[in-house]
C-alpha cells in the first residue's frame, strides 16, 4: 500500500501527488443539484460533466443529472456559442427544467466564452421559453477547488435571481454550505425547533436523497423554489454556516438587497452548533426549547463518558476549509489534539484560524492550504498520530499506517452512513464521538492480546 | 406487437410495442435536428444478417444527455492509465487526475519487493491561473523531475488535458528533454478532453502513444512454446487474472495483457509473441493493426465473456497454433471448468430463462456480455454502445465505406512499415496458410448479427431515451454504468453497472461466468424492489374512523 511514500519530506514546487482538493465546476454542480426543477449545465468538454456526475452519484448514490455543451475541437477553435444554444434548445424542450444553472470549465473559460452574452442571445432568439430561467457562474478549474466552485453557483442565485420587493418579511435566509442532504435536513429541523421562518439555499435533502417508491422523478420534491430564490431578497437576515461556501453569497445578497449578513463556521460540534442555534433563538426572538438543551445535554454526556479514550489523542485530518475548522474545534472541544491539518484548497487566513483554535492544546500544529494527502501522509510517518479522519482517499493512508480512521468529508465513496446520519448539530456530534470511539475501539479489539482483552470500554 | 396479438414470443419481450413502435415514441420529444441526428444512432436491427448503417462516433447532440466521457478518460482512464508500474502525470487543473484517480477498478498487484503501484496516487501539475497565462511547460518539467526525486519510476507518462492544447504546451518536447536528462523513458499523450466525440478519440492516441514509445523495446526472447498477448483486456474486477488462469492451465504464456494487470516490462517485451487475440475491439484494434504490420503478429478477435465465448475462444486459439497436445489439453481445461460452471448453471436458469436483459455500455462490453445473458436463458431486447464505431455494430466488412469526419481526421494516423530486421515472416506464412483453410483472422462480426432479429440498437443512448425504453418494456436487468445505475433502479429495475461490476467480479472466463450468473439471479430474484410500495398505497383510502367506532 502506497509502498513509494517514505518519510522525508522534499520541497515540491509542481507536482500534486494524492490531492486533497478537486475542481470548481463540481462544486457549482452540487449547488445546482439544491434548486428545484434545476438543471445544472456543464458549459464544455463532456469529460467534465462525466466525471462531476459519475462521482456525485459515487457518493450520493443516487440519480446526477446533468447536461453538457459536449465541446469538440470545433467548438473549441470557434467559440461555444452555439454549442451553449442548441443545448438550451434540447435541454427546455427534452427536460422541461424551471431553471438550467450554467458552469464554465477550463476549456470554456481558456477560449473566453462569454456566458452572459450567451444567455442574453439567447433569450432574445426565443431559446429559452417564456418564464423559464438561465443563469450561470464562472468555475475555471485552474482556480480555487470544488469549494470555491459550490460558493460561486450560490452567489450566481443571490446575483441573478434575489429581488426586493420593499416589504421585509418575518423570514431569515441560511445558507448551509456544502454539508450533505441529510446534514441539510437536520439545519432545517434545528431551525423548525428553535421556531423561526427560513429559506435555505441550497437544499439537496429530497433531491440526493429522494426515496425509492418504484418512479423516477427528473426532478425530485426537494431544493430550494426559484420563487424562494427569488424571495431571499426580502428577508430580515441571512446566516452563512462556512466562510468559504457560503460568504460570497451573504455579502452579495447584503448589497444586492440590503439583507444584513451574519457569517458562522458550521455547526459541528458543541460551540459552532451553540453559535448557530444562538444566531436563529436571536434572529427568531425566540427561546431555545428545552428539547434542544436535552440534545445537547446528551452530547456533554456522551463527551464526558467517552473523555479517557480522546484525551491527547493526535489526529491528522485533511479535507474541505469549513468542515475542518469547525471539526478541529470539535476535537479541541473534546479533548483531543489536532497534529496535522490538511486542506487542498487554497487560503492563507484560513491556516491562521486553524492555529488559533489548536493553540490551548498543540501550539505546534502543522497546518498547510494548498497541500495535499501526500504530504500528511509523509509527515505522520515521521510523526506518528492515533487518529486519521478525511474522504474515502484516506483508505490507503490509513491501511499503509495502520491508523484507525473516520470518514468525514466529500467524498464517501465506500461507506453508507453520511447519506443518512448526519454530522451537523448537537446529535451529529454524537455521532462523531461514536465514530471517533468505535475506530479506536475496533483496532483495540481486533489486536489486542487475548489477555488484554476487555469486555466494557 | 404485443404478444397477446402474435402467438411466436417478441423478441422485446413480453410487455411493450413493436421496436419500431418503441423508436417512434424516443424519438418524439426531439426537435427536427436532434431527431434527426439521433434517428441515425437508433436502428431496429430488421435483418440481422445484414447490418444497417449505424450513425455510430459521431457527434454528441449538446443538451442531451449522455453517457459518453472524454478523449483524455479513454486514453489515461482506460488504455494507459492501468500500467501499474508507470508513473502517471496528469498536466492540469487539478479535476482530471483526480477523477481519474482508482475510479476505473484496473486492478494490480506487484511483482517483486521494491516496485511502487502508482495506480494509487494521484498525480498532476494542478495548474494554476499563472499557468494558464504563461504557459505551463516549466511547471511540467518541474513536476516531471520532482516525481524522479520523490519515486525514481522506470518511467513516467504525461497527459494533456483541455487547456494544455488550448495555451499551447508543448507536452513532447518537454517529455524528450525530461527522458533526455533523467535517463528513464518519459513520454506524452495530447489527450485533451475536447479530442474526437467520445473516450474513443482517447484510445486511439494511447495507441498510438502506446506503439510509439514501449512497444519493441525490449527484444529479450520468450522461453515459451505458445506465446500470445490479450489486448484489450483491462483486469476490472480481476478479469484478467482468471483469464490467466485457465490459459496457465492450459500451458498457453501470455506476455502482455494490454493492459490490465500488465507492467512496464511486460508492455516493451510483448512484441515477442506469436499471436495478439483482442478482447475489446473498440480500444486496441489499432493496436492490433500496428503490430501485425511492424512485426508480422496476426491478430483475431475473442471474447472470455460468456463460457460459450470462451470456450470458441480457447479453442481457436489452440487451433492457431495447431498442435494436437495443445488441442486437447484445452479440452481438458474446458471440461474441467465446466463441470463446476453446469450445474451453477442449471440451477440460476430456472429462475432467469425468459427474463429479458438491455445492455447500454462500453465499446464492447454491450456485445460481449449478451453471450453471458444468453447463457442464462435470457433476452437482450436492446443494446447500444456509449462510444463505439460502425465497424463494432456492423462489423470489419463495413471499414472501407466508413467516411473520415472532421473529428476523426484530427486524431493521427501512424504510418507503420514492416520492421527490418523483427518482422516475423514466419507468422504471415502460418496466417495464409490456416486463411486458405479457412481461418478467420482480423475479425469482428460486430453487435447486430448475434442480436436478434427486430430488437433495438441504439448508439449513446440518452437519459430520455433509456426512461422511454423502461417504461415501456420494464426490461429485468439492465447493464449500464455509474450515471444511469441510480436512474434505473429508482424506476424499480436493477442495473449491473458493466464499467465497474458494481465492485465485484470477475465475470470473464469460467468462474467468471459462475460469479455474473449468481450476481444476476440475486438481482432479477430480489425481494426489495417489493418493498417498494407500503401495504396502504395499494389498498383503497381508509374508512374515516368516526364511521368505524360506530360500526
Not at chain 1, 465546476?25 to 443539484?33: R, S, T
Not at chain 2, 494511447?206 to 514509445?213: E, L, P, R, S, W
Request: some cysteine; hydrophobic content about 35%; charged content about 25%.
Amino acid at each position: 500500500m502506497l509502498e513509494g511514500t517514505t518519510s522525508e519530506i522534499r520541497e515540491r514546487k509542481a507536482l500534486r501527488i494524492n490531492p486533497a482538493k478537486t475542481c470548481q465546476p463540481i462544486g457549482a454542480m452540487y449547488a445546482a443539484l439544491g434548486i428545484n426543477k434545476c438543471m445544472p449545465h456543464s458549459h464544455g468538454s463532456q469529460g467534465c460533466c462525466a466525471y462531476h456526475r459519475s462521482h456525485l452519484t459515487r457518493h450520493h448514490k443516487e440519480p446526477v443529472v446533468a447536461t453538457t455543451s459536449s465541446f469538440t475541437e470545433g467548438a473549441s477553435v470557434f467559440g461555444g456559442l452555439a454549442n451553449l444554444k442548441t443545448a438550451l434548445g434540447n435541454i427546455f424542450s427534452i427536460y422541461d427544467p424551471e431553471i438550467v444553472a450554467v458552469h464554465t470549465t477550463c476549456l470554456s473559460e481558456v477560449i473566453g466564452d462569454d456566458i452572459p452574452t450567451i444567455i442574453k442571445k439567447s433569450q432574445m432568439e426565443g431559446v429559452i421559453p417564456e418564464g423559464k430561467t438561465v443563469i450561470h457562474t464562472n468555475t475555471p478549474s485552474f482556480t480555487g477547488s470544488h469549494v470555491t466552485g459550490f460558493s460561486g453557483q450560490c452567489e450566481a442565485f443571490v446575483k441573478y435571481l434575489a429581488e426586493t420587493t420593499g416589504q421585509k418579511k418575518n423570514v431569515i435566509n441560511i445558507f448551509p454550505g456544502w454539508v450533505e442532504p441529510a446534514d441539510m435536513r437536520e439545519l432545517k429541523r434545528l431551525a423548525a425547533l428553535v421556531g423561526v421562518e427560513f429559506i435555505m439555499t441550497p437544499d439537496t435533502s429530497d433531491v440526493l436523497d429522494s426515496a425509492m417508491d418504484g418512479k423516477y422523478e427528473m426532478y425530485p420534491d426537494g431544493g430550494t423554489t426559484v420563487s424562494d430564490l427569488k424571495a431571499m431578497g426580502d428577508s430580515f437576515l441571512s446566516i452563512g454556516l462556512g466562510p468559504l461556501a457560503s460568504g460570497a453569497a451573504v455579502k452579495t445578497l447584503e448589497k444586492k438587497c440590503e439583507v444584513p449578513g451574519k457569517m458562522l463556521e458550521l455547526p459541528i460540534g458543541v460551540g459552532a452548533t451553540d453559535e448557530f442555534i444562538n444566531a436563529l433563538r436571536l434572529a427568531g426572538d425566540t427561546a431555545v426549547p428545552r428539547e434542544m438543551e436535552r440534545e445537547r445535554g446528551r452530547l456533554i454526556d456522551m463527551i464526558s463518558d467517552m473523555s479517557q479514550y480522546l484525551h491527547q489523542k493526535k489526529v491528522a485530518i485533511f479535507g474541505d476549509p469549513d468542515h475542518l475548522t469547525s471539526m478541529t474545534r470539535f476535537l479541541v472541544e473534546i479533548g483531543m489534539e489536532p497534529a496535522i491539518i490538511v486542506t487542498g484548497t487554497p487560503g492563507k487566513k484560513w491556516e491562521k484560524k486553524i492555529r488559533e483554535i489548536c493553540a490551548p492544546v498543540n501550539e505546534k500544529v502543522e497546518v498547510h492550504a494548498f497541500s495535499d494527502i501526500h504530504f500528511l501522509h509523509q509527515w505522520v510517518k515521521a510523526n506518528p498520530v492515533d487518529l486519521l479522519m478525511g474522504n474515502t482517499y484516506g483508505k490507503f493512508v490509513a491501511k499503509s499506517e495502520n491508523l484507525p480512521f473516520v470518514r468525514f468529508g466529500f467524498p464517501i465513496l465506500d461507506r453508507v452512513g453520511h447519506r443518512a446520519f448526519p454530522l451537523l448539530g448537537y446529535s451529529g456530534g454524537m455521532r462523531l464521538v461514536e465514530k471517533i470511539t468505535d475506530a479506536f475501539f475496533d483496532k483495540r479489539d481486533r489486536e489486542d492480546k487475548d489477555e488484554d482483552i476487555e469486555l466494557v470500554l | 406487437m404485443s404478444e397477446e396479438n402474435n402467438t411466436t414470443p417478441s423478441p422485446m419481450g413480453p410487455h411493450g410495442p413493436s421496436a419500431a413502435e418503441a423508436r417512434e415514441q424516443m424519438l418524439e420529444p426531439y426537435n427536427k435536428k436532434t431527431l434527426r441526428k439521433r434517428g441515425k444512432q437508433m436502428l431496429v436491427n430488421s435483418d440481422p444478417g445484414s447490418p444497417a448503417e449505424i450513425g455510430a462516433n459521431s457527434r454528441t447532440v449538446p443538451g442531451i444527455i449522455t453517457q459518453r466521457g472524454c478523449s483524455y478518460a479513454g486514453c489515461k482512464g482506460v488504455v494507459i492509465g492501468p500500467i501499474y508500474d508507470v508513473l502517471h502525470i496528469t498536466h492540469g487543473p487539478i479535476g482530471c487526475g483526480w477523477y481519474s484517480w482508482l475510479s476505473r477498478r484496473n486492478m494490480n498487484r506487484i511483482r517483486k519487493e521494491g516496485e511502487t503501484n502508482y495506480l494509487q496516487y494521484s498525480m498532476s501539475t494542478d495548474m494554476q491561473e499563472d499557468h494558464i497565462v504563461f504557459g505551463g511547460e516549466k511547471q511540467l518539467e518541474i513536476a516531471i523531475q520532482e516525481a524522479y526525486d520523490e519515486f525514481k519510476p522506470k518511467a513516467i507518462s504525461v497527459y494533456a488535458t483541455c487547456p494544455v492544447g488550448l495555451i499551447g504546451d508543448d507536452i513532447h518536447t518537454v517529455c524528450r528533454k525530461m527522458k533526455e536528462k533523467l535517463g528513464i523513458n518519459v513520454f506524452g499523450f495530447s489527450c485533451e478532453g475536447y479530442k474526437g466525440v467520445s473516450q474513443s478519440a482517447g484510445h486511439h492516441i494511447a495507441n498510438n502513444g502506446v506503439f510509439k514509445h514501449m512497444i519493441g523495446l525490449d527484444d529479450t526472447p520468450v522461453e515459451a512454446k505458445y506465446k500470445i498477448n490479450i489486448l484489450g483486456e483491462y483486469n476490472i474486477g480481476g478479469d484478467a487474472w482468471e483469464i490467466d488462469r485457465i490459459f496457465a492451465l492450459c500451458g498457453i504464456k501470455i506476455v502482455g495483457t494490454l493492459s490490465g494487470g500488465v507492467s512496464y516490462d511486460d508492455i516493451t517485451n510483448c512484441h515477442m509473441a506469436d499471436l495478439n487475440v483482442v478482447m475489446c475491439h473498440r480500444s486496441i484494434n489499432y493496436m492490433a493493426e500496428m503490430m501485425e504490420t511492424k512485426f508480422g503478429i496476426p491478430w483475431f478477435k475473442v471474447n472470455f465473456i460468456g463460457v460459450e465465448g470462451t470456450k470458441k475462444s480457447l479453442r481457436k486459439i489452440a487451433e492457431y497454433f495447431g498442435d494436437k497436445q495443445l488441442i486437447d489439453k484445452v479440452e481438458e481445461v474446458i471440461a474441467a471448468e465446466m463441470a463446476e460452471v453446469r450445474p451453477v448453471l442449471e440451477d440460476v436458469s430456472t429462475r432467469t430463462t425468459g427474463k429479458t436483459a438491455a445492455l447500454f455500455v462500453g465499446g464492447s462490453r454491450a456485445h460481449h456480455y449478451q453471450d453471458l445473458f444468453n447463457d442464462m436463458g435470457m433476452q437482450v431486447i436492446a443494446a447500444g454502445y456509449e462510444f463505439a464505431h460502425r465497424d463494432d455494430y456492423e462489423g470489419r466488412d463495413v471499414l472501407p465505406n466508413i467516411k473520415l469526419d472532421a473529428d476523426s481526421r484530427n486524431i493521427e494516423e501512424l504510418k507503420i512499415e514492416a520492421d527490418p530486421e523483427r518482422y516475423e515472416a514466419s507468422h504471415a506464412e502460418r496466417k495464409k496458410s490456416l486463411e486458405e483453410a479457412g481461418f478467420t483472422f482480423s475479425d469482428y462480426e460486430g453487435m447486430m448479427r448475434q442480436m436478434a432479429k427486430d430488437t433495438l440498437v441504439i448508439d449513446d443512448i440518452s437519459h430520455h431515451e433509456l426512461e422511454k425504453l423502461i417504461e415501456l418494456y420494464k426490461p429485468d436487468v439492465i447493464g449500464s454504468g455509474v450515471k444511469d445505475k441510480y436512474v434505473i433502479e429508482k424506476m424499480g429495475v436493477p442495473c449491473k453497472q458493466l464499467h465497474s461490476y458494481d465492485y465485484g467480479g470477475p465475470y470473464a472466463g469460467f468462474k467468471g461466468a459462475v460469479n455474473f450468473y449468481k450476481e444476476i439471479d440475486r438481482m432479477t430474484s430480489s425481494q426489495v424492489w417489493k418493498l417498494a410500495r407500503a401495504p396502504w398505497q395499494s389498498e383503497p383510502p381508509a374508512e374515516p374512523v368516526s364511521e368505524l367506532a360506530t360500526a
